[in-house]
């Protein structure tokens, strides 16, 4: 049941027929691909060669999905702030899990692009926009065995200056040599073949004024991976552990350096992942509350379908209430923070936060208007509010989200 009525009267033509694309592709390719992978007992099955998240990946890849978010210039779609929560909405209506794969594989050649680096576009940007078989997967490696959501408050929350044990980039005449790893919640980390490394470029300056950002090539002499991580929720992301053994780039790779990560890199195009997720489980929130809405009108109980039953109405629109809030929240902030000289990363906050939160607890009431069915692995609310629940951490935990997105409406001029 589709229940999403668009509120833009104005909305161009052309992202009518985004959102209708991406949604054929959402319901016919993604669901029933994600279901299978969250069958699969070993993580590990679900990257091996023949695995369904490869024929996942290809169909969307030949489609110019891993490029959307680019510009017309590289083949991609050329999307506005608007154009981008469409897509973003219908992608995590499809499957949490899959979107989030996808919407990834492009961080590392997106950035690289971005630089304007003829050399290093010929060489990497190229073949991935070329790309047809998924042979070109993005990551973009941040949290540490040592360091989650503190990352959060070093950039935004006003934390201290003084988290050890980062991974190092050390400079060495034309290159750098890294060292170190990356925790096992590097999403798309055991497929990838590229990554977006935060990284500690000059350890003198501390773990803020110190960082960089480096595109590294995983083939090269040193990086090696851990398994894929077993996990409750979002089990087709697969996420795991990078290694870097004295893995040397020349400097050039070394796309942001200390002092202007806040601009170049926390402060993305967009307002950064925390934007995407809202955009994404926005769609997630939708599609709990389509599957409550239809099971309601088709059980009965008490001689009646129980969407007549009072007390299910009121439910039903709550859920209805905060799917909507959820969407005009989410886009406005990827909207605004797109076109923005510097976007307002307390937006991109409270999008991720609101949103992650309204669609787990849409997918948890959902699951309860189901009764006993929404405890099955038969119907897909359970595995809704399992990726659900994953979202309240990934990405920084809500509540330390929370913390730097106060101290960031604080600072603002009164």
Known sequence: ME???????????????????????????????????DRLADPSAVIAPGSPLWDFLKPAYRLGYNKAGFSTQFGGLGLSGLGQH???????????????????????????????????????????????????????????????SDWVTANWGGGHDDLAGHVIARRDGDSYVISGQKAAWVSNGTIATHGLVILIADPSRGSVLGRGVAFVPFDLPGVSKGKPLNKLGQRALNQGEIFFDEVRIPSSYMLVAPDKLAAAAAYGRGGGPNAMLGAVFTGVARAAFEIALDYSKQRIQGGKPICEHQLVQKHLFEMFTKVEACRLLSRAAITYNT????????YSIASKTFCTQAAFEVASDALQLLGGNGLSKEYPIEKIFRDARAALIEDGTNDVLGLAGAKLVLARPS
């Not at 076109?339 to 307390?346: K, Y």
Request: glycine letters at 8%; hydrophobic letters at 40%; a negative charge.
């Open 339 to 346: 076109d923005a000289p510097v976007p307002a990363m307390e």
């Open 86 to 148: 469409i897509y973003l909405e219908e992608l995590g209506w499809g499957s949490a899990d899959l979107a989030l794969t996808l919407g990834l594989a492009g961080a590392p050649f997106g950035a690289l692009a971005a630089t304007g680096n003829r050399e290093l576009i010929e060489k990497y940007v190229v073949p991935f926009i070329q790309d047809r078989e998924a042979q070109y997967i993005g990551c973009w490696p941040v949290t540490e065995p040592q360091h989650g």
């Open 3 to 37: 229940t999403y009525v668009e509120l833009d009267t104005q909305l161009p033509d052309h992202y009518r027929t985004l959102k209708e694309n991406i949604h054929r592709f959402a319901r016919e390719v993604m669901r029933p691909t994600a279901a299978a992978l």
